[in-house]
């Protein structure tokens, strides 16, 4: 299962990812990790369209192995969603705006979530980790 946690810059994602993982034992990719990887870090639309097909390559291959897979990445627009076709989406909509100007220009709110998260606490995680396990 595929499962995207998205939203602006600041928001905590991988706050939240890195206390998800361990609940659902699922594989965890970053945003920032694998831009880093690829010596990539072109932030204009075919840029973001490039980082969410590459989220999406290793998203599927964990997939394809039967495993949980977290992405955690800013995924800014409808088209890079559909690109990642995530199975699962989990917004963390905690901040009006991020650091970077160009990115709360681009950012779209999403049409289907599953999970949104307005604000932080201590339960965020075990209680989308319950709800994710349960329809498992």
Known sequence: MKILVMGLPGSGKTYLT???VPLLNAAWYNADKLREMA????????GRLRQ???MRTFADFEKSHGRFVVCDFVC????TRENFE??????MD??????????????EAPSKIDFHIKKWNDHNHKD???EILKSV
């Open 18 to 20: 890195e206390r998800l």
């Open 94 to 107: 905690t901040i009006d705006e991020g650091r970077f100007e160009d990115t709360n220009k681009l950012f």
């Open 39 to 46: 010596n990539d870090w072109d932030f204009s639309i075919e």
């Open 52 to 54: 969410s097909m590459r």
């Open 86 to 91: 995530p199975d699962i989406v989990i917004w």
């Open 76 to 79: 800014p627009t409808k088209e």
């Open 128 to 130: 989308v980790a319950e």
